[in-house]
């Protein structure tokens, strides 16, 4: 399997200095994208926002758009997944031969990029959800980018799975729901879909983002109990799209899900 590190297609996989601070620090942000019938899925909302969180995090990366794009496509025709649904998996982190964990204007960044293809298309499965215990701090900027600073999500969602749920959703410190893991929530109110707004916490998701600028979605704060009223409630992530939430802890949301899959329908007319 190859993979492109700073734009050559290699297949040393022990390309990652032990001094990358990536490794050592989480010092890194990442954006994952999804590949099908020969397209990057929103391919500049996520390149905006890997842009955006470069330099919020102060990493010099120079990005080339079109170049990236043309560059993805090369690997994934060099992997023979040209003709299937892939994702890909940009990492950028900023090097150092320096110990500690100072910012210095020498310090480079390694750009890899990684294609796998999809093997289990979850597009519109029912997935439950458990309350993390774990609050997202919504005063924090690393609530708002995608770091290699995981370890959260990681064990808010193994805890969700060891209780017997796919996923969690996290609270912030205010008490309003943020989002889950891996991806953002909506709800409807009043035949209208809202999400949580960024400054509750919230990742701008690129199918948020979208959803957001076609007017199908507003933003809106909402608590646990209210969320607990809503009668349809769904998820989304650039790799599976939408799923609709059947269950939170042990409340029936509903098994009746058609706005969401009206909306799904809208996302694949868009080509999402």
């Known amino acids: ?148 600073n995981y370890l959260e999500n990681i064990i808010a969602k193994n805890d969700a799975i060891r209780a017997g749920y796919n996923d969690a959703i996290f609270t912030n410190i205010s008490g309003n729901v943020s989002s889950c893991t891996t991806s953002n929530i909506y709800f409807l109110q009043n035949n209208k879909f809202f999400t949580p707004p960024v400054s509750d916490g919230v990742l701008n998701g690129t199918i948020r983002e979208f959803l957001i600028r076609k007017k199908k979605v507003a933003v809106r704060s909402i608590k646990i109990d209210k969320l607990l009223k809503c009668k349809e409630i769904f998820l989304s992530n650039s790799v599976y799209g939408i799923r609709p939430v059947t269950y939170i802890k042990k409340k029936l949301i509903g098994k009746n899900f058609d706005n969401t899959i009206k909306l799904n329908k809208f996302m694949l007319d868009k080509g999402i």
Do not use: W
Request: glycine letters at 4%.
């Open 1 to 148: 399997m190859y993979i492109l590190n700073n734009g050559k297609l290699t297949r040393n996989k022990n390309i990652i200095s032990i001094e990358d601070r990536g490794y050592l620090l989480g010092d890194a942000v990442f954006e994952t994208i999804l590949y099908k019938d020969k397209d990057l899925i929103l391919f500049n909302l996520h390149l905006d926002r890997l842009i955006s969180s470069l330099k919020l995090v102060k990493i010099k990366a120079i990005l080339d758009k079109g170049k990236l794009y043309q560059d993805i496509l090369k690997l994934i025709k060099k992997n023979k997944l040209s003709n299937k649904t892939t994702v890909i998996r940009i990492t950028i982190s900023r090097v150092s031969n320096e110990r500690g964990i100072d910012i210095n204007e020498k310090q480079g960044a390694c750009i890899t990029v990684k294609s796998s293809e999809l093997k289990n298309d979850l597009r519109l499965k029912p997935i439950t959800l458990d309350i993390s215990n774990i609050k997202r701090n919504e005063k924090s900027f690393i609530s708002k980018i995608k770091s290699a």
